[in-house]
Structure formats: structure tokens, C-alpha cells
């Protein structure tokens, strides 16, 4: 089967993907958006289906409230003695593990270490029952970024047994910021699959030895070169159950995120080569037959919140009600979109699209309601008592200590009240245009065009949102149906 890259458009950043029998799965970072850590399935590699999250939420009380740049960084997932497992480092609350027999239901969610600084784990399950844990550090909680660090684990995975050794150290070899390793084993060598040298100039490393502990020689495998995949790296390595091998990495496409790549890997002189001699690929074939699958995008709430939509914060059923078929968004008190956890966002899943949003407003005073984009700065058009109005949040960060900073501006209105509408918000060559209109009537454009901007190690997220400026529960929204058209399928 024919394949090309990016496999997915969608901002799946940190990827790591196993195979269990016929079946391949995937997951990703997703930081303060919640339920996280999305799951995937696929049976060609190619076309991937979205069947749930391993983390319907986190056990504490600050992810009530959106923490951007926190949350879930970088996970691994493995399969064990009939078991699925994803393991997650929140970089200030330390090392879970969640587990599933199916991974399209009910995960559980184990607190292995309280910890300060550990990030992107992964664990090696090996063939004399032990278990082992390999994570790097977070330069910004500890001043390391390229060290890696092993463990032994209970052999249930669980417990941290020791206080760890290093087994690799990147300043040994001019590599900064080593990050997201991966841990296999192959042919009877140990091997550690992990980034280097930054997001976008990165490049991926591959370190062997025969020893689980080392020493590791090191060799760069794959390289942006001539390419114009940058940073291509971090992510996971998988047999395809046919005598082939494949790295699934991400490309940083700025306000469209980090989306996944597909590589063949072939073995020369005992080393994997990955993409075309160590280049990435922009296309390729698969012997795997193809096998359909998409994510979701458009919803009309008729059974419930579709898979595809995140929250900004742990999900508070207070937020909404469901009308089966719509959506019942309250107004709950924020003093900005980035500080709403009820923001209600999704993936983008291609890069021309239109989404359209029909709704029907009951207004206390302070309330609006709107359709907006995430990022650094973000975006959103929104309906207030008064009228319409295009709005700008500008975010200042003064350290991980100190609370940003967020200033909103309004870029253009269009007076009269009104208490339904419909809004539109159109993405074209990494800009917006926010338009408004009624039934049966054109579309009128609200303000000028927008750039696009990514967010906290995110890219930009398009969504709704019902809010209350005053500091106190206002109305509601109901909003009936959630459309998106994307122009590149």
C-alpha cells in the first residue's frame, strides 16, 4: 500500500506506537488537554482510527484549572502479560502508569513516584521477569537535559525500586537536549531509540549495547539532511509482522503542530537505517493490505461528546449538559479563553478547513460565547450582550513559578444583540477569518485575517467556549451541531 507522509495531519506530537497481533497502536503527548493521552488504532500503519485516552483525567487539584505546558509529556506504551501500558511523567508531580486490557475502554491510573523532574519514561518489560524503567530530565525543573537515567522496577511496574544510574550522558558526545527515549530489545542487544539536539535542528539517535546498563554506542540514524522535514525524530520503532520495520517520528510544522511520519528502517552491519539511508521519506509502500480508518471532526452531540473534542483542564460535567442531539455549554466564570478550562477543542486534521458553528444564546450579564483558536497568541470571534466582536489574547510568561500574564484586545465588533447565529471560522494557508451570518443569509466577515500561532508545545486548536466575565456563573449556550470541512482530504 502506498503511503504518504505526514500519515496524519493532526498535532499527535511525541508518538510512540507498539503491535499487538494485527493490530498497531498509538499515543501521544497532549499536555493540559483532557481526557489525554489519545489512543490510536490502525491495521495498515497508515489509516488510524481515534478509540479513546488513557487518562480521563489527573489526580490533582491544579489541572482544574488549565496549566499550560504541563500535564502529559511524552508517553510510552507497551504491551505486557496481556496487558496494555502507557507510562507518563507530569514533570512536577512524577511517574504514572496507567493500564487496560482493551485499550478502547477504562484505563487505571497507578501513582508510581512522586517526583520533581523526570520526563518521557519508558520501560523494559524483560525475559528474566524483571522490570526497568529509562527517563531523561527537564532542564527546566533540574538543570538536566541530556542524561538518561535507568531504573529497576517491582516486576508489576509499579514501584521504583533504586535511585537509578545513568546510562547515557550527551555531553560526552556534543548532544544536547537528549529526550523521549525508547527501550527494545533485538537480536540480544539492548537498544535505546531517543532524540537529540532540539525540536526543529534535532535529529534521532539510536545507542546499542549488550548490557542493559551499557555502555551504549551511539550512532545518529536518521537526519533532516536535505529534506525539508525538520527535526525528524522522537518517536517510536515497530515490526510490521511481516518481516518489516518502521519508525514512526513527528515533523514540527509550527502553528499546525507536530504530526506524524512513517519510516521504513532496514539493518546495516548490526545498525538501523531509517528512511532512505538515513534521510526521511516523503512517501513510500507498506506490504500491509490497506485498511480504512479517520479521525472524527464534526459533531451533533447526539449521544454524546465525540472522542475528538479535549477540554483545557480535567473535564467538570458542570461545564455542560447534553441535549442528545446538541450541546449545553454553561457559563462558567473565567477572566479569559486561555484561563477557561471548559475551552472545548479539537486536533486539526488537515491545513484548509472551515468550521461552523450554529447556537442559540440565554445570556446573563458577563456571559459570551464563542469559536475561537488556541495559541501563542490565540484568537476567537465571540457573542456578548452588545454584539459581536473579534478578540485577541496576548500571554506573557515570567517563569514556571510565576502565573502568566494574558491580555485581551478587541480587534473589530459588530453591534446589535443577538441571541442565535452562526459562526464561522475559516483556516487557510496557516491564517483565519472569523465570519457570522444568519440562516439563509451570506456569510459577513468579522474584522481581518488572522495568523495562526502554536501554543504550549501544542499546536493551534480550533474550539468553542461559553464563559463569564464577572466572576460568577452566568447563562447558557446551546449549540446544535459542530461542522468541519477540510479542503485537503
Not at 289 to 310: H, M, N, V, Y
Not at 387 to 413: K, N, Q, W
Not at 450 to 475: D, L, V, Y
Request: glycine letters at 12%; a negative charge; hydrophobic letters at 35%.
Amino acid at each position: 500500500m502506498r503511503f504518504q507522509n505526514p500519515i496524519l495531519k493532526g498535532d499527535y506530537s511525541d508518538p510512540d506506537v507498539i503491535r499487538v497481533g494485527g493490530d498497531f497502536y498509538m499515543i501521544s503527548s497532549s499536555f493540559t488537554y483532557l481526557p489525554g493521552i489519545p489512543v490510536l488504532h490502525s491495521r495498515d500503519l497508515v489509516n488510524w482510527e481515534l478509540i479513546g485516552y488513557a487518562a480521563a483525567r489527573l489526580p490533582f487539584e491544579r489541572y482544574r484549572r488549565p496549566v499550560h505546558k504541563c500535564g502529559t509529556w511524552a508517553p510510552s506504551l507497551r504491551w505486557h502479560n496481556g496487558l496494555f501500558y502507557v507510562y507518563v511523567c507530569l514533570p512536577d508531580e512524577g511517574l504514572f502508569a496507567f493500564t487496560a486490557a482493551d485499550p478502547a475502554g477504562e484505563w487505571e491510573c497507578h501513582w508510581v513516584k512522586d517526583v520533581c523532574g523526570w520526563i518521557d519514561p519508558c520501560p523494559l518489560f524483560d525475559e528474566d521477569g524483571r522490570a526497568w524503567l529509562l527517563h531523561g530530565f527537564a532542564a527546566s525543573r533540574c538543570g538536566i537535559n541530556n542524561v538518561l537515567y535507568v531504573h529497576e522496577m517491582s516486576p508489576d511496574g509499579f514501584r521504583v525500586l533504586d535511585k537509578g544510574v545513568p546510562v547515557y550522558r550527551g555531553a560526552e558526545h556534543g548532544d544536547v537536549t537528549v529526550e523521549g527515549p525508547k527501550w527494545y530489545r533485538r537480536e540480544g542487544m539492548y537498544w535505546i531509540l531517543c532524540p537529540a539536539g532540539g525540536v526543529k535542528p534535532g535529529y534521532q539517535l539510536a545507542l546499542r549495547s549488550p548490557n542493559l546498563l551499557g555502555p551504549y554506542e551511539r550512532k545518529i540514524v536518521l537526519s533532516q539532511g536535505s529534506t525539508e522535514i525538520n527535526g525528524p525524530h522522537q518517536g517510536g520503532w515497530v515490526t510490521d509482522g511481516r518481516g518489516g520495520d518502521w519508525f514512526i517520528h513527528f515533523q514540527d510544522v509550527d502553528a499546525y503542530g507536530r504530526v506524524p511520519h512513517l519510516q521504513p528502517v532496514c539493518w546495516d552491519s548490526g545498525w538501523p537505517v531509517m528512511g532512505r539511508e538515513g534521510k526521511p521519506v516523503l512517501s513510500g509502500e507498506t506490504p500491509l493490505p490497506e485498511a480504512p480508518a479517520s479521525i472524527p471532526t464534526s459533531d451533533d452531540f447526539r449521544e454524546r461528546i465525540g472522542l475528538q473534542w479535549q477540554w483545557q483542564a480535567n473535564p467538570d460535567p458542570a461545564w455542560y449538559s447534553l441535549l442528545k442531539p446538541g450541546l449545553r455549554l454553561h457559563a462558567a466564570p473565567s477572566d479569559s479563553l486561555f484561563h477557561a478550562g471548559q475551552f472545548l477543542s479539537q486536533l486539526m486534521q488537515g491545513y484548509d478547513f472551515d468550521m461552523d458553528v450554529t447556537l442559540r444564546t440565554h445570556f446573563h450579564p458577563g456571559d459570551r460565547v464563542c469559536i475561537g483558536m488556541m495559541g501563542y497568541p490565540y484568537h476567537y470571534a465571540a457573542l456578548t450582550e452588545e454584539g459581536l466582536c473579534l478578540v485577541r489574547g496576548d500571554i506573557r510568561e515570567y517563569g514556571r513559578s510565576i502565573p502568566e500574564t494574558v491580555t485581551e484586545t478587541v480587534l473589530a465588533s459588530v453591534p446589535g444583540a443577538k441571541t442565535s447565529l452562526r459562526l464561522r471560522l475559516s483556516v487557510r494557508k496557516g491564517e483565519m477569518t472569523f465570519f457570522h451570518g444568519d440562516d439563509g443569509k451570506a456569510w459577513q466577515q468579522i474584522g481581518g485575517t488572522c495568523p495562526m500561532a502554536p501554543g504550549g508545545w501544542t499546536g493551534a486548536r480550533p474550539g468553542i467556549c461559553c464563559w463569564n466575565t464577572g466572576g460568577c456563573w452566568g447563562g447558557w449556550t446551546d449549540v446544535s451541531e459542530v461542522r468541519f470541512t477540510y479542503l485537503d482530504e
